[in-house]
């Protein structure tokens, strides 16, 4: 049977971690076009494929020199094998990223060994703790005069549409 996995490549974002750290196995790195929304073109990129995962992660810069920190070197070919955790981060300008650390991620129990702390490395080679999505602060709720004189019935629909779209989130397929 055919697989949309075996036709399509589809690339691993932020939401699909859902908050939580995941320790892979570095299955194949390759170099690919990837299409970049942004400037609207294709660009080369370093692709991760994961040991029983089938997202991939189309690395950027930085992920590109934490990977060559982790395996010590900058041949692509000899990350195949590498033992790493990737977690959900915000950059320092609050997109949402990906940051790859070496090591397993710390145990949901408290038990064992504390996860290594992402580190950001910058491309003029300083680095930068990334601070983890689980560690951010939730929002504090401020009062929205425009929201309070909105009808009930019109507050409930935005609440409930957000409460929907929420929970779709969470009902996708492990990645």
């Known amino acids: 049977m055919t697989t949309a996995y075996a036709v399509y ?9 859902h908050g939580q750290p995941q320790a892979v196995t570095v299955e194949a790195a390759t170099v690919e076009d990837v299409f970049n929304p942004r400037i609207k073109r294709n660009e080369q990129r370093i692709v991760l494929r994961f040991a029983n995962r089938h997202k991939l992660l189309a ?4 992920q590109a020199e934490a990977m060559i920190a982790i395996a010590g070197t900058d041949e692509i070919e000899k990350w195949v094998g590498q033992a790493i955790t990737i977690t959900p981060a915000r950059t320092p300008k609050g997109q949402d990223t990906i940051t790859i650390t070496i090591g397993q991620p710390k145990p949901a129990n408290g038990n064992g060994k504390a996860k290594p702390a992402p580190v950001m490395v ?13 560690a951010r602060p939730a929002p504090v709720a401020q009062a929205d005069p425009i929201a309070e004189a909105q009808p009930e ?7 409930n549409g957000q409460a929907a779209t929420i929970a779709a989130l969470f009902d996708e397929k492990p990645w």
Do not use: I, M, R, W
Not at 153 to 159: C, E, I, P, V
């Open 153 to 159: 019935h019109l507050a409930a629909d935005t609440a």
């Open 122 to 134: 910058k491309p003029n080679g300083s680095s930068k703790q990334a601070e983890p999505v689980e």
């Open 59 to 62: 690395c950027n810069k930085t």
């Open 9 to 17: 490549k589809f690339y691993l974002k932020p939401a699909d971690l």
